[in-house]
């Protein structure tokens, strides 16, 4: 991540902490915008392109925002990044900033892989779980390999827990190896 995301995205969250503005609307709207955004190839075009001044790019931005009805803040957050010629990294500032918020309200970022799909109560009970692990809330993303046999693997960070069938292979081939 090239460091002007990461001065976007925490200049963004201190401004949404400091308005009191409500995290959940921020995220629509921010959503909506990203959808805008990767659903046109002609406005990713219109407001990447050199050739057009700012100011132009920013009033089509303001049409564009009575649609999406962006609050002010919200609003000058994608102005910033057109003025600044950054408007082509939207989607890893927004990133950055959704990470950064989870991370202050406490929410960790969790990878879960399985070997098969888990039914709502495992996916549920692996959750409590992985929540009770880390002390706090998950964010969690799950994925599917079945080259791991059967069990889970949960990424927290950069800790792996390892609990596939291959993992404990492994460990038992290592074993009689050393042994």
């Known amino acids: 991540m090239a460091a002007f995301v990461a001065r976007y995205a925490q200049a963004f969250l201190d401004v949404v902490i400091a308005a009191r503005m409500d995290v959940a609307a921020v995220d629509r709207q921010i959503g909506d915008f990203l959808?805008?955004?990767?659903?046109?190839?002609?406005l990713r075009a219109f407001l990447t392109n050199p050739a057009i001044a700012a100011p132009q790019k920013v009033a089509f931005l303001d049409t564009l925002n009575q649609k999406l009805g962006m609050q002010k803040e919200t609003r000058n957050l994608m102005a910033v990044l057109i003025n600044n010629d950054r408007i082509g990294?939207?989607?890893?500032?927004?990133?950055?900033?959704?990470?950064?918020?989870?991370?202050?309200?406490?929410?960790?970022?969790?990878?879960?892989?399985?070997?098969?799909?888990?039914?709502?109560?495992?996916?549920?009970?692996?959750?409590?779980?992985?929540?009770?692990?880390?002390?706090?809330?998950?964010?969690?993303?799950?994925?599917?390999?079945?080259?791991?046999?059967?069990?889970?693997?949960?990424r927290i960070g950069s800790t792996v827990y390892d609990g596939s069938v291959r993992g404990r292979l492994e460990k038992l081939k290592e074993t009689l190896v050393a042994g």
Do not use: C, H, P
Request: net charge negative; proline share 0%; aromatic share 4%.
């Open 35 to 42: 959808a805008t955004w990767n659903g046109s190839a002609e």
């Open 89 to 154: 990294e939207v989607a890893a500032v927004i990133a950055a900033y959704r990470l950064a918020m989870q991370e202050r309200q406490g929410i960790q970022q969790v990878e879960i892989v399985t070997a098969r799909e888990l039914a709502g109560a495992e996916r549920e009970a692996l959750l409590a779980g992985v929540a009770k692990l880390v002390k706090g809330k998950v964010d969690a993303t799950f994925k599917l390999d079945q080259g791991i046999l059967g069990g889970t693997i949960v």
